[in-house]
């Protein structure tokens, strides 16, 4: 059988035990560690397909339950799939929507068949299951699919969490058995189990033994301290396939990154990078830096000198401080690929850093550079 | 004296009088008639330099009154300009200011000195004069500065018109004596007169005396029927120099631009393209789709199918109007990239068909594919 997706690793940290690979899909290769941007209704907030390969972006996330809601998968696929119909043609990967129908729908009812939930756009009652998951996503077209999982809240009581996992383990052999289009599309497992790591295992040796081509870690970056999530993936990555993608879902500050790579995770996503973009917070080589600030207000100097990105390559402090006061939105344009660019060059140096056995180095000088200590690791 | 503008008469069309031109400036050449994107605030909204290049502008508008009460004329000279500030290295036109104190200032007090008037961004209390637009204009350093002028309303009386003309003129002298750098920029004088052919003429005598390297016309297309607004042009245009390049302020609907081009215009601006486009609205050679309508929503066509901008090449109506409705400013790009670039391409079709001889029959032939009639030429 042709699988949509593979792994390749080229080799480990020996500094570190970091990754690094290349995940092949039906629109490119994508070099591994990587961030991926997220569109999360087929586009990236402010940005063009064309500003997203500047920065050498491979592939973006989009969201399900997003798009089922609004314009709906039947007619992205009448449009000939999310890829043309955004104009993206390299990798996409989609989530599942499980995570947005238990953060932001309302009046859920979760069973076994599924979720039924009102849509947080106009209150439509509508239903979410494995089954359903999988028509959506073959619909749209991705590269790479996420299986329907249940998303515990953090924290959550060991005896709801182990009901979840074995549920979303069963989601998971049915979302195998709807996939319609393993050949063109790789559907990827998700590991949950909240911070207990018996059920981590447990959650990991079910679906491992499914044999998707890739599996992320679900459930973290939802409020828990960071010490605690790099605990889960201290135990948790090793029970993964080394052969195959793994995939942190929903971290994307810098320093988690890092973090995240030494442990050996290949991918990662988050709205962070976009999201703070949005309210003038940027991401430099010293540290967050908020335009917005009056101190901006005559800096006639780069966002970041460190940076070769087309925004600080032509614009100053100054410039991009009047546009966001003056609600323009190129000024929100030229933060967002800024901070997109700087987590992409990131995690560039990331995979540089691995191949010369040195990732623990790069982060102890990427850290202090970046002003963080042991203390204040959140960005 | 070296002159910072001056004008190229290369031909005039055997069919309607209409003139192919160019306007040379400290920031590069002109092809006229033209037509001028307006970045109000420092920016053509949504849009990036790059892609105003694109689309081959070659000269932009800026708003003095916006700049002078945010960021602040000072701050943009302590920059290196108003081209460095906002990355533009094509001719800019500033315009003076009165304008907008007319029409968006609240409080207006006017003596023969100047205008007192309050923000309408925080109410503080302000002074424009003749010398002050000017100081303000050479801070910026725009290739084009307009003279500070006092806009009457639409309609207004005979007396007050005439008393108002006189003014505009004893300002339009102040100007040139207070222009401190009339050899990196040109100032144009602004005609004009309301509805009133007598005093159209007596303020271009006025101001003709006084050997401005440009003349605009003023105080049309608000809100007076089209059919005056072409017979002001009528008459006025043959008062103006023919050495010197003529602009209509404020005009941008297809059908104007072409008919002020048959009487004589080598310039124009106007918010229309740019400000519809954030509505969904878009100009078409078929004539206005508003892409939000339901009709579009499985239409996987272009905007346009004869238009070869990014947007037509790209994407379809479809996924805009899925932009639109889910609020991703992207779509508003979109948009407005393609009514800038339909107005661009048709003062293109404008200048060819100069070049033929043949204006008024592609006026013709833009009308009845517009869906045009003589009862219905507002856009």
Not at 143 to 148: E, G, N, Q, R, V
Not at 216 to 245: F, H, N, Q, W
Not at 323 to 350: C, P, S
Request: charged share 25%.
């Amino acid at each position: 059988m042709i699988v949509a997706i593979t792994y390749e690793l080229i080799k480990v940290c020996k500094q570190s035990g970091a990754r690094l690979g290349r995940v092949h899909t039906p629109h490119g290769v994508i070099e591994t560690p990587c961030f991926m941007p997220v569109g999360t209704q087929a586009t990236v907030k402010t940005m063009s397909p064309e500003e997203l390969k500047t920065m050498d972006a491979r592939i973006i996330l989009s969201n399900t339950y997003h798009l089922f809601l609004r314009p709906g998968h039947e007619l992205i696929a009448r449009a000939g799939g999310l890829h043309k119909f955004m104009n993206w043609d390299r990798a996409i990967l989609t989530d599942s929507g499980g995570f947005q129908v238990f953060s932001l729908s309302e009046m859920r009812k979760i069973t076994e068949e599924g979720v039924q939930f009102r849509s947080h756009l106009n209150g439509d009652k509508l239903f979410l299951s494995p089954e359903k998951a999988m028509e959506i996503q073959n619909a749209l077209g991705s590269d790479i699919m996420m299986a329907f999982d249940e998303c515990p809240p953090f924290p959550a009581e060991y005896g709801y969490v182990k009901r979840s996992i074995e549920r979303t383990s069963r989601w998971a052999e049915r979302c195998l058995q709807a996939h319609a289009r393993p050949e063109d599309q790789g559907l990827f497992a998700i590991v949950q189990g909240g911070e207990y790591e018996d059920l981590r295992k447990q959650s990991a040796t079910d679906l491992t033994s499914m044999d998707f081509p890739g599996y992320a870690i679900g459930g973290l970056s939802v409020g828990e301290p960071k010490p605690i999530m790099y605990r889960v993936l201290d135990y948790t990555v090793p029970l993964l396939p080394s052969g195959k993608p793994r995939y942190l879902m929903g971290v994307g500050s810098p320093d988690a990154l890092i973090e995240g790579a030494i442990r050996g995770i290949d991918m990662f996503d988050c709205v962070l990078p976009t999201r703070i973009a949005r309210n003038g917070t940027t991401m430099t080589s010293k540290g967050r830096v908020v335009v917005r600030n009056a101190a901006n207000a005559e800096d006639f100097g780069p966002l970041d000198p460190a940076c070769n990105c087309y925004t600080c390559q032509n614009y100053s402090r100054a410039y991009i401080r009047h546009l966001l006061k003056a609600d323009e939105t190129f000024g929100i344009r030229l933060t967002t690929y800024h901070n997109l660019h700087f987590l992409l060059q990131l995690m560039r140096d990331v995979r540089q850093a691995i191949m010369e056995d040195r990732l623990l180095d790069f982060r102890d000088e990427f850290f202090a550079q970046y002003g963080l200590n042991d203390n204040d690791k959140g960005f």
